[in-house]
């Protein structure tokens, strides 16, 4: 579903993020990524999404090779992977309901599917009763599952999340690594970049390792 | 996972149509969101709203009301008696001959009135108007000879009055006839002036105005920056960030519009009172006219026209530039 080609990232400044990395991950799999920060976790993320391109190697994703990705076609990539910032990145002038809804709206769905399906998502993170609620009146966790409600409502095949737990305590984070293990249980590929490695250990998932833009430990279980 | 662009593929031409039409009705939809979205927001905060509005309709209602004065003064111009004077220069004749041609003359039907003006009067008038009235009477014969005013009837076209020249020039009486149009090619060319006067000032206007909304809409779009991060990272195309923008631009430009079609409707109802008795002191019913309705809509379309401009401007400069990091 997603794979890494001997892919390299230096950035103009000389600093090399991504060395020869190579990575595979098949449809289904649920997938940890860590390593310290700035191992090389976000430049990996940002490369699947397309906010940045790889210096060499090649990376292929639902089958499409990015390299012949242009930029016209970028935001047709983006509407096919549902991501989760560590930040959350919600829209502080809208309530919970339109920010969900964005990704359909943006994808041009009718407002009755619209309705049914930002119902779903809020449904599924336990945040129905919060559809008309202003972000900043929610907690750091609330915000982060409405984050995840919007990745997930477009039904993506493949979500990332970019350090999702970072900001929140052991019991959310479980609560939250939960959340994903049930949309991975539905088919949905996911990649989490995380450095929380006591929860990474608890889940018994496939971890890749990065350190210093090298890929150290991958594979294992 | 029903995903749209799969099934597509799998069922042929017939859904790829509906797709279409999906795809048509929500670009509509979008149209229509961001439309009353960015309507909505210029709503939010009036006073700021109504100032920008209120720079572009002064920067339209300038131009526009010196074009609605020269239009005024063009029909001022047309409204005067027949401006066509035909002067008639008589030959060496016994001034009680001329005196007869008059006459005959102002019984024609094609002439309204005609003056004899005998050379001795002319002289007068002549050396009293010129300030060579030394010289003039250290000569020892009147030079000038006898006059004819002729004044054709009001309706004759411009042709016709031409033609009546050629006529009366043709006259034995007559050794010269000139067609006295000169004051009415002077307006004429000074409208012209003006008219270049208003192309130009105007053009520069809507510029400004054009560069004004650039940078209002330049703003709004720095205080939407993180909303156009989060909008392009979950997929939204430049087209779908622009929208709003470009609606943005529309409203204010229209609002501007308007405002411009008031203030110069607002003038010319200030200003009629003392322009009606002015006419009034000349015998004359001359009323000013407004812009009318169409070129109230104009106005409009102008307004809204710059606006798209501006915003285009704004967003083709900006919109790129803000990319997730």
Known sequence: MISFDRVSKRYPEGHDALREVSIDIARDELVFLTGHSGAGKSTLLRLIMLMDRPTRGRVVVDGRDLGRVRARGIPRHRRDIGVVFQNHLLLNDRPVFDNVALPLVIGGYDHREIGRRVRAALDKVGLLERERAMPVTLSGGEQQRVGIARAVVGRPRILLADEPTGNLDPALSAEIMHLFEQFNQVGVTILIASHDLVLISRLHHRTFTLREGRLVGGGAH | ?325
Not at chain 2, 44 to 69: K, M, N, Q, R
Request: hydrophobic fraction near 50%; aromatic fraction near 6%; charged fraction near 20%.
């Open chain 2, 1 to 325: 996972m029903a995903r749209r662009g799969d099934g597509s593929r799998r069922m042929g031409a017939s859904l790829s149509r509906a797709l279409l039409r999906d795809r048509y009705r929500a670009w509509q939809q979008h149209h229509r969101l961001s439309a009353a979205d960015s309507l909505h927001r210029i709503l939010e905060s009036p006073v700021s709203s109504l100032l920008t509005c209120l720079v572009i309709g002064i920067a339209l209602a300038l131009p526009v009301s010196l074009d609605v004065a020269l239009d005024n003064i063009g029909r001022l111009g047309g409204a005067w008696d027949s401006p066509a004077q035909i002067s008639l220069f008589l030959g060496a004749a016994p001034a009680g001959g001329s005196r007869e041609l008059a006459a005959q003359l102002h019984d024609r039907e094609d002439i309204a009135r005609a003056t004899f003006v005998p050379r001795e009067q002319a002289l007068e008038e002549f050396s009293g108007l010129s300030g060579f009235g030394d010289i003039l009477s250290s000569l020892e014969e009147n030079p000038l000879p006898d006059l004819v005013l002729v004044t054709p009837r009001k309706d004759l076209s411009q042709p016709a009055v031409a033609a009546l020249r050629e006529e009366l020039l043709a006259l034995p009486e007559v050794e010269e006839a000139v067609l006295d149009l000169v004051w009415l090619q002077r307006l004429q060319a000074l409208m012209g002036v003006g008219q270049r006067i208003v192309l130009a000032m105007g053009g520069v206007l809507v510029l400004g105005a054009v560069l004004i909304l650039g940078n209002t809409i330049r703003l709004a779009i720095e205080n939407r920056r993180e909303e156009i991060v989060v909008v392009k990272l979950v997929g939204g195309s430049n087209g779908f960030v622009r929208r709003p923008f470009l609606y943005t631009g529309l409203w204010y430009g229209v609002g501007g519009g308007l405002v411009g079609a008031l203030l110069v409707t607002g003038a010319l109802w200030y200003l009629a009172g003392p322009v009606g008795r002015l006419a009034a002191s000349y015998d004359s019913d001359f009323r000013l006219a407004g812009p009318g309705f169409m070129g109230v809509l104009e106005l409009i379309l102008v307004g809204g026209l710059a606006g798209l401009a501006g915003a285009w401007l704004a967003v083709a400069r900006h919109l790129r530039a803000i990319q997730p990091r």
